[in-house]
């Protein structure tokens, strides 16, 4: 993505989050001056966090991608000096910001696609854990370090049993270990892998595809998909009936059906 095709660069002066709109659709939260690693402390998951929600309101939006400043790290944890002095209360605040950040990514009206070249650590897997899509270099390392600093692995954390099963789970957020591309691959943990010199056209390249559906379907399917992780199978398909009707109010079923037909 050229910085020509650009229509929209919001990036506050001294903002840990930079965004960018492009023609098409696509959203970039880029995660900024926040050291090599991309560390999330409090100013800049408090300033991802706002950007986020300022986007989810916009309705040019077709997909949003999610990355950090350089090549070493996606995210490679929260902020461990920020941490070190925390007590109970301090703690509670700073992992309920966090949280907060998670969800908004989590439930982005619209696909969100995870951009990891390196270390995602942490906190750092666990905002990538939220994202639709993962994305990663062959050169990325993924864990879930908490244990080894005495704390739990928390929040979002609780997505990985869903993502890779209990076992795999089990391991990652007991042993504090780490996995390479290869076996977060072979996990389910990420969704394709790609050398590092192609890690951006692979992401544009996904990042176009969800752009150019219908934008209507694309938030209804990812609404979908979150409610499906809550609601009884039952119900979950009875409501399917309702949800495949008001498709059609939209006018999108017809104009890419009479689309696919007119290419037959």
Same mark, same amino acid.
């Not at 650590?121 to 050169?139: M, P, T, V």
């Not at 007991?174 to 996995?179: A, E, F, Q, S, Y």
């Not at 890690?199 to 150019?212: H, N, P, S, T």
């Given at each position: ?16 989050? *930079?965004?960018?709109?492009? $023609?098409? !659709?696509?959203?970039?939260? @880029?995660?900024?001056?926040?050291? #090599? ?8 998951? $408090? $300033?991802?966090?706002?950007?986020? +929600? ?15 400043? *350089? ?18 209360? #301090? ?18 009206? @619209? ?10 650590? *942490? ?5 990538? +854990? ?34 890779? !099963? ?13 996995? $390479? ?32 559906? !219908? ?50």
């Amino acid at each position: 993505m050229k910085n020509s095709d650009m229509h929209s660069n919001r990036s506050a002066e001294g903002s840990h989050a *930079g965004v960018t709109v492009d $023609d098409a !659709g696509i959203a970039t939260v @880029t995660i900024q001056q926040a050291g #090599s690693l991309n560390i999330l402390g409090t100013p800049v998951i $408090d $300033d991802v966090r706002k950007a986020i +929600a300022q986007l989810a309101s916009d309705e040019r939006v077709r997909v949003m991608v999610l990355r950090g400043t *350089g090549d070493k790290a996606f995210v490679a944890g929260a902020d461990i000096k920020e941490m070190g002095v925390m007590d109970e209360a #301090s703690g509670r605040l700073f992992i309920d910001n966090l949280r907060r950040l998670c969800d908004a990514v989590r439930l982005f009206p @619209t696909p969100v696609i995870a951009r990891i070249p390196g270390w995602a650590l *942490g906190g750092g897997l666990e905002l990538a +854990a939220a994202c639709d899509i993962r994305i990663a270099s062959n050169r990325a390392h993924l864990g879930m370090p908490e244990v080894k600093v005495g704390i739990p692995s928390i929040i979002h954390a609780a997505l990985l049993p869903r993502l890779i !099963g209990q076992a795999r789970a089990n391991w990652l957020l007991l042993t504090g270990d780490n996995i $390479d591309a290869a076996q977060a691959l072979a996990w389910g943990l990420v969704d394709t892998v790609v050398p590092l010199d192609r890690l951006d056209e692979e992401v544009a390249r996904l990042a176009r595809q969800f752009a150019g559906y !219908g934008k209507s379907v694309m938030r209804q399917q990812k609404r979908l998909l979150r409610e499906w992780q809550t609601l009884p199978l039952e119900d979950a398909i009875v409501q399917g009936v309702d949800e495949f009707a008001s498709a059609f109010a939209t006018g999108e079923p017809r104009h890419h059906m009479d689309a696919f037909i007119s290419r037959k």
